[in-house]
DNA sequence: CGTGCGATATTCT
DNA sequence: GAATATCGCACGG
């Protein structure tokens, strides 16, 4: 089942949450490519770590507009992130899908990434934008549209397969607990 | 196994 | 000029 706008028009902790064990799917070439989503974190505007906290810019504009978009952005020279936008317009907040379990176009997420193991396909959130071919071009993109990208829902999961922690890669706002994956999931990236 | 660092463009101070 | 929501290779034990 494709995820409704109402999904992600929640507050960004319980949709990062959700979004565990749900599919991210994207139509490249005729192909299709599914990840189970298995690590996020999460961002909003009061949030330090976040590209929003001073307010609203070329690059982080897609975080104000309306949820379920895709927020992609650029950095460290070299990669490419992806969001789920959250919450009501006008306030910035997303979900950074960190990792995913490689489910569907193995072979063609192989070739994107230059022939690695499994386990390294998509275990990262720059490394899943390479495997799936996501780039500045879906900045923006409605992922309620059910086409190229899009999220479809999955086995419920019990509160004591989620683990809750500090998030990965920052300085500030390290103490907050905004991340979250699946227990024992060998697809998560590791610190 | 583990730690350290270079790559490399955009944004922030 | 410095920092950055990162990755992968080089090196040592």
Do not use: W
Request: charged share 25%; with cysteine.
């Amino acid at each position: 089942m494709l995820l409704p706008r109402q999904f992600y028009a929640r507050d960004v902790l319980i949709v990062a949450r959700d979004l565990l064990n749900c599919y991210l799917v994207r139509e490249y070439n005729g192909h299709l490519l599914i990840g189970k989503i298995v690590e996020t974190e999460a961002y909003h505007q009061n949030d330090p770590a976040c590209h929003a906290y001073r307010g609203k810019t070329k690059r982080n504009e897609v975080m104000f507009g309306p949820p379920g978009h895709a927020y992609v952005y650029f950095t460290y020279g070299m990669h490419y992130c992806f969001n789920v936008v959250t919450g009501d317009i006008g306030r910035a907040e997303a979900v950074l899908i960190r990792a995913l379990e490689p489910v569907k176009g193995i072979d063609i997420i192989r070739t994107l990434r230059g022939g690695k193991s499994d386990r390294e396909l998509l275990s990262g959130p720059a490394k899943l934008t390479r495997g799936l071919a996501i780039d500045l071009k879906l900045n923006g993109y409605d992922l309620t549209e059910g086409k190229i990208l899009y999220i479809t829902k999955g086995e419920p999961v019990a509160e004591e397969d989620i683990v809750v922690t500090t998030r990965i890669g920052i300085n500030a706002g390290k103490d907050l607990p905004y991340r979250f994956y699946l227990k024992n999931n060998k697809y998560v990236s590791k610190k």
